[in-house]
């Protein structure tokens, strides 16, 4: 593994905790103009939809970011 790659992986995690924020606040604010008179054929207003899309990929977006602390963690001790 060279150099470069491990200086990749940290700039990745970064990434990763970036888009989990992002998910995070947008699911919030998704929450926080809840309208409950806009609703679909199901009875499920389109904020709720909006909260489940935006929690499913937090959890995409945080299990990538442990994946890569993983194996950043496994280069490193193969380093030393």
């Known amino acids: 593994v060279t150099g470069v790659q491990t200086c990749a992986l940290p700039i990745l ?10 998910a995070l606040v947008r699911g919030l604010i998704a929450f926080a103009n ?10 499920i207003t389109a904020s709720h939809k909006k909260q489940n899309e935006m929690m499913f ?9 442990i994946i890569l602390v993983v194996i950043l963690l ?7």
């Open 57 to 65: 990929a937090r959890v995409k977006y945080q299990a990538i970011a």
């Open 13 to 22: 995690i970064i990434a990763a905790a970036g888009a989990v924020v992002y």
């Open 74 to 80: 496994a280069v490193a001790g193969g380093q030393s």
């Open 34 to 43: 809840m309208e409950p008179g806009d609703v679909d054929a199901d009875g």
